[in-house]
């Protein structure tokens, strides 16, 4: 089984919610590993044994750099505080670091443990502090909690990933557009500051000249 919470937060303008979810043990975490997507976000307690909770970010925030991501302060400390409350060594710790990075970065093969993991690049690892439990924050996302089967999981995410896929070629797209007609008026602000005056001689230019210098002297023989 595979739980889901509702994380709320309020950022001046309007309600927002994020997705957090985790598998029912630690059987489950490979598959999970597996089938999340790439660019979401996974936590867990530095150090100690925990369960594995992921973050599930929009398609935008999911096509930034891991680096220039910023997530709600308050999504941290929720999704922090979930984490910790699923560790009994954590829980009972005055003080936990919560470690995150996204999916991709994670290695999880046959030679490990169940549930152990490695990093690709432990620099792109970030880290939170977190406190003593906070009873408020975790009661309040117990009852967002619901639960689907590991099957309709990955079902559900295949799907998505496909979407996805979709998006990300259409944005490329979008985005070598922009720096093909950048470079355009790059080039053409460049021609014009080598030769200011080349602009005058262009052919639609010299058409418009011509015609109205024989306008202008069919005029003078009638003055």
């Known amino acids: 089984m595979v739980y889901y919470f509702k994380a709320k937060f309020d950022d001046d303008f309007d309600v927002k919610e994020y ?7 630690k059987v489950e975490n490979d598959p999970l590993i597996k089938h999340s997507h790439p660019k979401d976000l996974w936590f867990h307690v530095d150090k100690v044994s925990s369960a594995h909770l992921y973050l599930e970010l929009s398609d935008e925030q999911r096509l930034k750099k891991f680096q220039d991501l910023i997530i709600p302060s308050s999504i941290l400390d929720q999704i922090g505080q979930l984490t910790k409350n699923n560790s009994i060594k954590g829980n009972k710790m005055p003080n936990a670091t919560i470690i995150y990075t996204t999916v991709d970065n994670l290695i999880s093969d046959g030679s490990m443990d169940i549930g152990t993991v490695t990093f690709s690049n432990p620099k792109l690892v970030k880290r939170i502090n977190v406190g003593k ?8 996302l117990n009852k967002t909690k619901t639960e689907i089967s590991t099957d309709e999981f990955i079902n559900n995410r295949q799907g998505e990933k496909i979407e996805f896929e979709r998006k990300k070629k259409e944005h490329q797209r979008m985005i070598q557009n922009q720096e093909k007609e950048l470079a355009k008026q790059y080039q053409s602000q460049r021609k014009a500051k080598d030769d200011p005056y080349g602009e005058l001689f262009t052919e639609e230019n010299m058409h418009a000249s011509n015609n109205l210098t024989i306008s202008e002297n069919y005029e003078d023989d009638f003055m």
């Open 19 to 25: 997705s957090i979810y985790m598998g029912r043990d």
């Open 133 to 140: 439990k906070d009873n408020m924050i975790i009661n309040k």
